[in-house]
Each structure stands twice: as C-alpha cells, then as structure tokens.
C-alpha cells in the first residue's frame, strides 16, 4: 500500500463544525461567513425561517441562541 492509497482509504469525513456550517448554508442560502457571523459575532439572522431553523437543527430554544 502506497502514500496515496493509504489517504485514499481514510475517506472524506468531513469535521462536525464545518457539517454544521454547510447544512446551514444549504438549507438557509447563505453564505458561510453569514453563518460564521451568526455564531461568532452575535449576529441574528434576519429571516425568521432562518431562526426557526437553527432552533429546529440545534434544539436551542431562540431566546438561547443569542445570549
């Protein structure tokens, strides 16, 4: 088994974090660094399915997300 073969083995699993930032992305047709944003800067999004979402996809309770 060479290099390669043995990094081709491992897959593409992608990091929990960056999941959460592309289903968010996906769903809500931002773009990541609104989503960023959103987590690291207290930012609200300003559609409220967007919120309705993010409480749906994490189980945090709206009045939560923001403290």
Request: net charge neutral; charged share 35%; with cysteine.
């Amino acid at each position: 088994m060479t290099l390669k073969d043995y990094y081709e083995s491992l897959g593409s699993v992608k990091p929990p974090k960056q999941t959460f930032i592309d289903t968010v992305v996906e769903k809500c047709g931002v773009r990541a660094n609104t989503v960023r944003r959103w987590v690291y800067d207290n930012a609200k999004p300003q559609s409220e399915e967007h919120i309705k979402f993010l409480e749906e996809l994490t189980g945090i309770e709206r009045s939560e997300l923001w403290k």
